[in-house]
């Protein structure tokens, strides 16, 4: 007798699939608001009942059960019956102890120095200008350094999201033979912390604007790599510290569009050793239609930033080449990102 086959799952139809597609707010800004409450440390040690969360949390009882029923629709909490909520494996990506901890960057998501700004997409579309400065009618890290609360989040959210994006940087590419590793706003360190506890040999020299770096001291001393790494306070734009093997910059030439970006760069072939050589770690976008979170993160640059962007190779090519390098390789990681490795032409 032959076995009854599995039911399949059923697909949504077009018009249902282009409704989800719409309600991406709605997750984006239930996950700022369970990050800012901490709700996933609170579950850290197993379900508990909307009352004790929402008491925990001091938030409505009826406010809380409705954010976690509609978070447990896309997998990060699960309902356990009886109005409990326990954390997913996906939602332990929540908890302020996670090895992967993305908690801060998914408070920064619905902060109002981003969401203000994606409120007025339409405009950089039309003019090509980020919203940004529509909105607050400055740049954001002129904004970021007038505004300690939105500076604190969004370093917070940058610290967050290298977690695991430093991990994966550190495995994807062979430091060996770099002495001296110069991470160029570099924010409190965890890149270069991650990479230093990786190759115990090397030095290192984290460097970054005055404000950001005098939050680098501790997490250095926390992981252990303090006396192998030199704070350096100071703006890219004019120079960099001299003296590296190796210039690494992730998450900063996509914030800046191409004569600025090549300005950077210039100031790190100045200071590099001979032989030395320049590793930038972002998206690189690619051909075609796949998806890809570079080709979504872009949009983010155009909203949010001074003319920033993604890139395609051909792009960081003449990006490298304008700057005095050669792009000699490009390797990918776990993640969306890429590390770009340039040398002196």
């Known amino acids: 007798m032959a076995k009854p086959r599995p039911a399949r799952a059923k697909k949504a139809s077009d018009p249902m699939a282009l409704m989800n597609l719409t309600a991406g707010k709605c997750v984006t800004q239930a996950l700022a608001v369970v990050a800012e409450l901490g709700i996933a440390d609170l579950l850290k040690d197993g379900a508990k009942s909307v009352v004790d969360i929402a008491r925990a949390a001091n938030a409505s009882e009826d406010g809380i059960y409705r954010l976690l029923r509609a978070l447990a629709s896309v997998g990060l909490f699960a309902e356990t019956g009886k109005r409990r909520f326990r954390l997913t494996p996906l939602g332990k990506l929540l908890r302020s102890d996670s090895p992967e901890a993305l908690g801060g960057y998914a408070r920064f998501t619905g902060h109002q120095s981003m969401w203000k700004p994606w409120g007025e997409f339409r405009h950089s579309i039309r003019t090509g200008e980020p919203a940004f400065d529509h909105v607050f009618a400055m740049p954001i890290f002129e904004y970021f350094a007038k505004t300690p609360e939105a500076a604190a989040v969004f370093d917070a959210a940058m610290t967050s999201i290298s977690t695991f994006e430093s991990k994966a940087v550190a495995a994807a590419y062979d430091f060996s033979g770099v002495n ?35 939050g680098a001291q501790a997490l250095l001393q926390s992981r252990g790599v303090a006396d192998r790494c030199r704070i350096v306070s100071g703006d890219f734009f004019a120079s960099v510290p001299e003296g590296g093997d190796a210039y690494i ?97």
């Open 180 to 214: 001296t590793l110069v991470d160029v706003a570099g924010g409190h360190g965890l890149l270069i912390s991650t990479i230093l506890k990786a190759n115990r040999k090397m030095g290192g020299i984290l460097f970054d604007l005055p404000h950001v770096t005098a």
């Open 249 to 345: 910059m992730k998450h900063i030439i996509h914030d800046w569009d191409a004569e600025r970006a090549a300005q950077i760069l210039r100031n790190c072939h100045r200071a590099l050793r001979p032989g030395g050589k320049v590793l930038i770690v972002d998206a690189v976008i690619p051909p075609g239609n796949a998806a890809h979170f570079g080709k979504l993160l872009d949009l983010e640059m155009l909203v949010l930033t001074p003319r920033g962007r993604e890139r395609t190779r051909a792009e960081f090519e003449n990006l490298l080449k304008r700057s005095g390098f050669r792009l000699r390789r490009v390797f990918s990681t776990e993640t969306h990102l890429s590390l770009v490795e340039g040398v002196r032409a």
